[in-house]
């Protein structure tokens, strides 16, 4: 009976003789590409709305982009943290305190905030920034996620205090959001420039109307625009309160605009228990944001990922000519009623490719693909979430097998010996019987087979299965320098490498 060491050597030599047979005598090897893994992801082609994050065995792994805020021409500040040494995405504000913790529980992005009633965060805006200047400002827009663990009175999300110099006295300003019994309430103070209301104070209070559930995500907007006056507070895109900032207090009167004081620091989350997400202040008025929609009520449809999702081309991948891709496997996690799809093509070239030329042939994950071959290759993932938004599918790692024709030995022994306007080259077979025939390179410069003033015609020059041959037409007294190559038997486009390189100086008085 024979051992398992035995038995395996058998079967290697078995499958070696089967492809043998298959490939027509000639041998077919394997190779592999992979994109991913522990090598990481390479640049791609094209790439839209996806990210990378940690996946199996710490490799990055391919998802689709959340819908965080982004940062634009508009934005002041943006606190999102996916970055935990700097939740500070957007913003020429300087971190003065962070006493909140990352939660992966989020509505957006990897990460959230998790405040503790501990103190929360603050920033101080440099000159220049929305709360870091001193005088007449814009519109603005105070936008945030938010998930409180108890919403209880007093807590405070959204805290700025100042003071400015108004008709020769020292004025107090304040502009505050905090929960009153379940709902957020804003207070501001003194921030708008000759705004009096009809009872006489300077102070504006906006009051939510919807009451802030615990544990559950919802998104917040305070929005003042300078071109109408309008100020207004908005809970899921639905408007809860307003006023309007004008010297009449109504839609026909002029506008009071933003004056701020001195710079001071904007604390967030000060004395609150609960996560906040995607902290973001805007100098515009509220916009409803690109990637929600509304219903016809009004109220914003939130996904944490988008409904079209997300996708990938690969460049371009060089492989050999003639190769065969033979299947694409990837290591994946594709949770319920999300999805990826797969496509693959090739060509002997990449020029004049186009998005939909050549054609891509859609591929299943692990199994047989046909009818894909040249010398490059490209690979497109799409990546679909489930009808909620709520879950994303990943990709860790994508592996392409390919079978490819070997490259042929050259000659081991070169010879040239000149005549006159002529060099004759000869050469032994090739060893390797997948040798098919011979190019004949040439030209006048070391390792340099530039060659064109042959009869014969350009290098290389294709002499077919032979050991011998005469390049005529050079010039008497030149030197020229020669090499051989071998192209494969079963296709003439796969050529291996150069010989040693010869030389000869052909002459007048040589025969």
């Not at 940690?54 to 999102?80: H, M, P």
């Amino acid at each position: 009976m024979l051992n398992p060491t035995v038995r395996k050597i058998l079967s290697l030599l078995t499958l070696s003789l089967i492809s043998c047979i298959a490939a027509g005598t000639s041998l077919v090897f394997a190779k592999e590409v992979t994109l991913g893994g522990k090598e990481g992801w390479p640049s791609f082609e094209k790439e839209n709305n996806i990210t990378t994050q940690k996946g199996r065995f710490g490799y990055d792994c391919i998802q689709i982009a959340s819908n965080s805020f982004d940062s634009d021409e508009y934005t002041d500040v943006l606190i999102n943290f996916e970055d935990s040494e700097n939740v500070i995405a957007a913003g020429d504000y300087e971190l003065i305190q962070n006493n909140l913790k990352l939660s992966n529980v989020t509505t957006n992005g990897n990460a959230a905030g998790l405040s503790r009633n501990l103190g929360g965060l603050s920033i101080l805006g440099q000159p220049g920034s929305f709360f870091g200047s001193e005088g007449l400002m814009g519109s603005f827009s105070i936008e945030f996620w938010l998930c409180p663990s108890i919403a209880e009175n007093g807590e405070t999300i959204v805290n700025w205090e100042s003071s400015k110099v108004e008709n020769n006295k020292l004025v107090y300003q304040l502009l505050n959001g905090s929960f009153d019994k379940g709902r957020i309430v804003w207070t501001i103070s003194n921030i708008f420039n000759y705004f009096v209301t009809q009872q006489g104070n300077t102070d504006v209070i906006l009051k939510g109307s919807t009451q802030i559930i615990p544990d559950t995500w919802s998104y917040h907007v305070l929005s003042f625009d300078a071109e109408t006056g309008l100020l207004e507070y908005l809970v899921n895109g639905v408007t809860e309160d307003l006023a309007y900032i004008t010297t009449s207090g109504r839609e026909d009167g002029e506008v009071c605009l933003v004056v701020l004081g001195t710079r001071s620091e904007l604390e967030i989350c000060s004395e609150y228990t609960g996560k906040i997400d995607d902290f973001r202040v805007l100098r515009r008025a509220f916009q409803l944001p690109d990637f929600q929609s509304a219903d016809n009520a009004g109220r914003l449809d939130h996904f944490q990922y988008l409904p079209q999702g997300g996708s990938f081309v690969s460049k371009p991948i060089m492989i050999s000519t003639g190769s065969v891709l033979n299947s694409l496997t990837a290591e994946e996690s594709v949770p319920v009623q999300t999805e990826v799809l797969y496509y693959v093509r090739s060509g002997e070239n990449f020029f004049g490719w186009t998005d939909t030329y050549p054609e891509w042939k859609p591929v299943e994950n692990g199994e047989k693909i046909t009818g894909v071959t040249g010398l490059y290759f490209q690979v497109m993932a799409e990546l679909l979430p489930d009808g909620n938004g709520s879950k994303s599918p990943t990709i860790t790692q994508i592996s392409l097998d390919f079978s490819v024709l070997p490259e042929p030995l050259p000659p081991f022994v070169v010879k040239a010996v000149a005549g006159n306007g002529s060099v004759t080259v000869s050469w032994n077979y090739s060893v390797d019987d997948t040798a098919g025939g011979y190019y004949l390179y040439y030209g006048s410069r070391p390792g340099e087979y530039l060659g064109r003033v042959a009869i014969e015609g350009e290098s290389p020059i294709n002499v077919g299965n032979t050991t011998s041959f005469t390049v005529t037409g050079l010039e008497n007294g030149k030197i020229y320098y020669f090499a051989v190559a071998a192209w494969s038997a079963a296709d003439m486009r796969v050529v291996g490498s150069l010989s040693k390189e010869v030389f000869a100086r052909p002459l007048a008085r040589l025969k």
